[in-house]
T-cell receptor, first 118, second 114 residues
């Protein structure tokens, strides 16, 4: 079984600063994908970034980048130039690779509430 | 981008009644849909996996007779909370996965059982 851990219940950052949200995972499957989602107070789950276990380079999407350290089994999210609108709950999730019966299922971490101060 | 809708977005019902929540993939065919439950400020917990034309697979601890799932077509899955009680009050979110593995979440349904 796979497991995702987010150890930061809450994080604070000053507007325009960068912030790192931690995520570690545990799986014995060599093929998996790591996701980060943002959930504002409205409840919708907004996809931010994806990293495949075989991807050689760290994923980047605009102000979001994923610091993927496979040996350490960590997939931290880095948000650069924080904006007030970034205040939300952030979830890290893992999905097993294609071909398995668990394909598609996302296992989520506990979440981190990010607050951006002006 | 692909859109997944959920209806209703919010529902309040009396204890003992049944509530049906619809999840639709609007511009792609979803081979698999997933139903999650989320308590306030908590993580999403997978309830069941729904494949078109077959019975849903429920996660351990989820009562299949309580949470009925039907995936009648490649664009629609429904979750029916039968004989709802206050402890069933929660935020229910579906996600839909296409043939290429792309996956999108619905906006969620907030259920309040009085």
């Amino acid at each position: 079984a796979q497991k995702i851990t987010q150890t930061q219940p809450g994080m604070f950052v000053q507007e325009k600063e960068a912030v790192t949200l931690d995520c570690t995972y545990d799986t014995s499957d060599p093929s998996y994908g790591l996701f980060w989602y943002k959930q504002p107070s409205s409840g919708e789950m907004i996809f931010l970034i994806y990293q495949g276990s075989y991807d050689q380079q760290n994923a980047t999407e605009g102000r979001y980048s994923l610091n993927f350290q496979k040996a350490r089994k960590s997939a931290n999210l880095v948000i650069s130039a924080s904006q007030l609108g970034d205040s939300a709950m952030y979830f890290c999730a893992i999905r097993m690779g294609a071909g398995g019966t668990s394909y598609g299922k996302l296992t989520f971490g506990q979440g981190t509430i990010l607050t951006v101060h002006p | 981008g692909a859109v997944v809708s959920q209806h209703p977005s919010r529902v309040i019902c009396k204890s003992g009644t049944s509530v049906k929540i619809e999840c639709r993939s609007l511009d792609f065919q979803a081979t698999t849909m997933f139903w999650y439950r989320q308590f306030p400020k908590k993580s999403l917990m997978l309830m069941a996996t729904s494949n078109e034309g077959s019975k849903a697979t429920y996660e351990q601890g989820v009562e299949k007779d309580k949470f009925l799932i039907n995936h009648a077509s490649l664009t629609l899955s429904t979750l029916t909370v039968t004989s709802a009680h206050p402890e069933d009050s929660s935020f229910y979110i579906c996600s839909a996965m296409g043939r290429k593995g792309e996956q999108f979440f619905g906006p969620g349904t907030r259920l309040t059982v009085l």
